[in-house]
């Protein structure tokens, strides 16, 4: 996977073609070739339908590459992202979540590649705007409870995480941005969220994480409380279509399951365990 010391690095390196050549202090110069050697299509920006905290960048290049896009309000940039459909190694569909990205917003952006000869390929500096969407997302019905008891809970158990990036306490930050990704573990996910103390729950959330391949989607889940009665399969939430499961508990230990999903590194933006009004 690309990192952001790797991104640094080549936003930092010199191309070939100054006229002076190196300088002499230089111990080496490295090729950086123009990313449209590699562009099989447009660049492409819009709103991620399933996520109204972020947007979706595509790109296909001609050969297998890692890829990644370095992006911000301004020229100094500031954000980096690459496609976690990369699982290691290059692709040529390149689909990128960008976080934070505001509709209407204009940004700068610059795309970089590396190819498996260690070619590495870059784009010029240009800027993107994502547009408006023309519908509002539904008002979440978990106002119609009580409060979000997961933001005073701690993990205690999870399934796996991809990295330190994608932890389990993702789902419980109260943030659109993060989230919690399992490391492949499809329909076997899981994730154990414990209160301070035993209280009255109304409802549950579960906001599916997604990637833009289609993999990673909760389709249902199931909820079990202290070890003891299960609730569910329940329809699982977006970002932009909250979905409030009821139910009516008194406990302390949570553990959301997985029951359907379309596999992969599955997971939640956000889990939300709703007191009774």
């Known amino acids: 996977m690309v990192t952001l010391a790797m991104a640094a690095l080549a936003l930092t390196l010199t191309p070939l073609g100054d006229d002076d050549g190196p300088t002499a202090t230089s111990e080496a110069v490295t090729v950086v070739r123009p990313f449209a050697e590699v562009q099989a299509g447009e660049f492409v920006f819009e709103a991620d339908p399933t996520n109204p905290e972020r947007a979706i960048f595509h790109v296909t290049t001609t050969e297998p590459m890692i890829c990644a896009i370095v992006w911000g309000p301004t020229e100094e940039l500031g954000n980096f992202n690459n496609s976690l459909s990369m699982n290691g190694t290059g692709i040529v569909d390149h689909d990128v979540a960008l976080p934070g990205a505001v509709a209407g917003t204009t940004y700068y952006f610059v795309v970089e590649g590396f190819t498996a000869d260690g070619t590495i ?11 408006e969407a023309a519908d509002a997302a539904p008002a979440d019905t978990a106002a119609e409870r009580g409060p979000n008891l997961s933001l005073e809970g701690t993990v205690v158990d999870v399934s796996s995480e991809f990295s330190d990036s994608y932890a389990a306490t993702n789902a419980i930050d109260d943030s659109g941005l993060t989230e919690w990704s399992s490391a492949g573990d499809g329909d076997d996910a899981f994730i154990t969220i414990e209160l301070a103390e035993p209280r009255e729950v109304a409802g549950v959330e579960f906001i599916t994480r997604s990637m833009l391949d289609g993999t990673a989607i909760t389709e249902t889940f199931t909820v079990t409380v202290d070890d003891g009665e299960t609730f569910g399969p329940f329809p699982a939430a977006t970002a932009a279509e909250p979905n409030v499961a009821p139910i009516d508990a008194t406990g302390q230990t949570f553990r959301f ?15 939300r365990i709703l007191a009774a009004p």
Do not use: K, L, Q
């Open 257 to 271: 399951d997985v029951d359907t999903s379309t596999g992969g590194n599955v997971g939640a933006v956000e889990v």
């Open 121 to 131: 390929y870059r784009s010029d500096m240009d800027t993107f705007t994502i547009p």
